[in-house]
């Protein structure tokens, strides 16, 4: 997961503000933050769809024909896909999807 991606935490949005502190001014310090338990916002049966098809090798206009949607309405589901997921691109959202579950790996 983000470890293996090179990241220096991963914090859960929810931590109180002083907690925020002590783990932000041990990663400056150079330490590494992960919680015992990633938090990671789960994903809707229609972004999982949608991460499928990319997965699968599908473009935006092959999945706008596939299943009747706007290129924007793709790109949205990607987006929040991304966000979920702590992601910037789609083979790291497909290599994250894989590793919590939503698809056996390759």
Known sequence: G???MGAYGFLDKSM???E???KLKKIYLGGK???DEVMVEVLTPREIEMLELVRNGLTIDDICERIYVSKRTVSNHL???FSK???TNRQEAIHIAEQLGYFPPD
Do not use: E, H, R
Request: aromatic share 6%; proline share 6%.
């Open 2 to 4: 983000a470890k293996v």
């Open 16 to 18: 109180n503000p002083d």
């Open 20 to 22: 925020l502190v002590k």
């Open 33 to 35: 933050v992960f919680s």
């Open 79 to 81: 987006a929040n896909i």
């Open 85 to 87: 997921l702590g992601v």
